[in-house]
């Protein structure tokens, strides 16, 4: 029932911009802290950026600060990823993460979206 789908990857250039979204369903949206995530084939998932169930608060990976903004539309149940600037040591898949932090610790992973950053 609870599910979370990203969608807005594909194919971009060095330096070029792309922006995920990820719908979410099926829970309160607004009550759940949301993140973005990464994995690059062979290597350990890592997180990017993560922003919290009010939008008042934001973290982001050392490697992607400055470049990429997490932002979210809790009327329209989605979170966003703007990546700017981007690099091949971006290119992996994309995951986003929905967290219910509290006495009803709850935790849904989407499917991924591919992102491929190359010339």
């Known amino acids: 029932q609870a599910q979370v789908v990203e969608s807005g990857g594909g194919l971009v250039q060095p330096g070029g911009s792309l922006r995920l979204s990820c719908a979410a369903s099926?829970?309160?949206?607004?009550?759940?802290?949301m993140s973005w995530y990464r994995q690059a084939p062979g290597k350990e998932r890592e997180l990017v950026a993560s922003?919290?169930?009010?939008?008042?608060?934001?973290t982001y990976a050392g490697s992607v600060k400055g470049r990429f903004t997490i932002s979210r539309d809790n009327a329209k149940n989605t979170v966003y990823l703007q990546m700017n600037s981007l690099s091949p040591e971006d290119t992996a898949v994309y995951y986003c993460?929905?967290?219910?932090?509290?006495?009803?610790?709850?935790?849904?992973w989407g499917q991924g979206t591919q992102v491929t950053v190359s010339s």
């Open positions: 993460r929905a967290l219910l932090m509290g006495w009803n610790l709850r935790e849904y």
């Open positions: 922003i919290t169930s009010n939008g008042g608060a934001t």
């Open positions: 099926g829970f309160t949206f607004s009550s759940f802290h």
